[in-house]
């Protein structure tokens, strides 16, 4: 069975469509490409963005015990690699002399140092 998606005029199989209850037929009448397309359209734009980051709130603020959960469950099974990686983070020194890695502040200049190169 074929369906004609009303955004990009194909004619393509009815498994290409996603589920839309309020339709006839039980299906959407843009194909999967086309809503992926201008559901990446919407995200970008400022008023998309502004929801996406305002349902992540509502999500976080919903699901604090669960999070708080995760996180402990998280760090329990990988608290080895956690500790390891605390210690082993770069450090930021300033110095007068320029070097190939650097980030100018003001005068001095600040030479990222990776203690796993030493």
Do not use: A, H, L
Not at 48 to 64: A, E, F, L, T
Not at 76 to 85: L, S
Not at 88 to 110: A, H, L, Y
């Amino acid at each position: 069975m074929k369906k004609v998606c009303q955004c990009c005029g194909r004619n393509r199989k009815i498994g290409k469509f996603g589920k839309r209850s309020d339709n006839p037929d039980g299906k959407n009448i843009y194909c999967r490409d086309c809503m992926k397309d201008k559901r990446s359209k919407y995200t970008c734009t400022p008023v998309g963005m502004s929801v996406k980051q305002k349902s992540i709130r509502d999500w976080k603020k919903n699901n604090k015990k669960r999070i708080s959960e995760y996180n402990k469950k998280y760090y329990q099974n990988n608290r080895d690699r956690i500790i390891y990686n605390k210690k082993s983070r770069k450090t930021i020194e300033c110095v007068e002399k320029p070097s190939q890695k650097k980030i100018n502040k003001g005068r001095k200049v600040c030479i990222i140092i990776d203690p796993k190169r030493k």
